[in-house]
């Protein structure tokens, strides 16, 4: 598992689209995120389950463009990474390289609805507090015949001393909801 982890780390580093010269100005006009996706790889196995939220013209305007369905294994433990890219701009903003440079100021909180499973951050921030962008997911023991959700939340804090690993910040950078079905 700790090599999975290692490779899913290395994988943000060596696919970013292109390096943000421009980090976070802190006065609140934050990089958009049109597009969130979630790839799972069940733990043992190399079977990968990948799901993607996107809203082209941002948070406000027409409803998303596409929210896939997390359809998962019960009794499974997935290995879990998310991506955060800004797909309006051409060439891609890939966020997620920024929210890494600037952990310290970034976390991304999970919740799963209906006891259908539990999230597990596994990566840190240079103090050692959670970040988010890669985690486990244990699914409850057996399938469900009510669906949830899995929902996302990605913070930006204003400083790093206003992070402290377990309360959300008062800045949503992005939140997403995928349904989500023990099958």
């Not at 400083?159 to 690993?165: H, P, V």
């Not at 910040?169 to 349904?179: G, I, Q, R």
Request: aromatic share 6%; hydrophobic share 35%; net charge negative.
């Amino acid at each position: 598992m700790r090599s999975l982890l290692v490779a899913l780390t290395l994988t943000f580093v060596l696919t970013s689209c292109d390096h943000l010269d421009d980090p976070h100005d802190h006065s609140g006009d934050h990089d958009a995120v049109t597009t969130v996706t979630l790839t799972l790889v069940a733990q043992g196995t190399s079977d990968t389950t990948r799901v993607t939220w996107e809203d082209l013209d941002g948070i406000g305007g027409n409803n998303p463009n596409r929210i896939d369905t997390l359809f998962l294994r019960p009794a499974t433990i997935y290995l879990g990474s998310v991506t955060f890219e800004n797909r309006a701009t051409s060439p891609t903003e890939n966020i997620t390289e920024e929210v890494l440079k600037e952990a310290d100021e970034h976390q991304v909180f999970y919740a799963v609805s209906n006891s259908l499973g539990e999230v597990q951050i596994l990566d840190k921030d240079g103090r050692g507090l959670p970040l988010g962008l890669v985690y486990s997911l244990s699914t409850a023991a057996t399938a469900a015949s009510v669906p949830g959700v899995l929902t996302l939340s990605l913070y930006h804090f204003d400083s790093e001393s206003s992070k402290n690993g377990t309360d959300p910040a008062d800045e949503t950078d992005v939140e997403v909801s995928f349904p989500m079905i023990l099958r």
